[in-house]
């Protein structure tokens, strides 16, 4: 049988955590509304996915080479 005092505890223990866990979470969703501002404040032009997604191939491309090239040493 486990006793009052360490139920307390355990209750403690649980609120705490509770209470860091939505303390992060706020943190976080501060940290990421300022992050979605930023990027909607951003001046610069935007740039098509189809143009994104080309260099992408690209680069994956260039890094599968080098990759075989050096698995073949």
Known sequence: MVDKSTL???ARRDHAESLERAHEAAAYDKWFRSQVQAA??????SIPHEEVAARWA????RIRRRGKAISRR
Request: proline residues 15%; positive net charge.
């Open 58 to 61: 690209k680069q994956r491309v």
């Open 40 to 45: 909607l404040g951003d001046p610069r032009p």
């Open 8 to 10: 307390a505890r355990r």
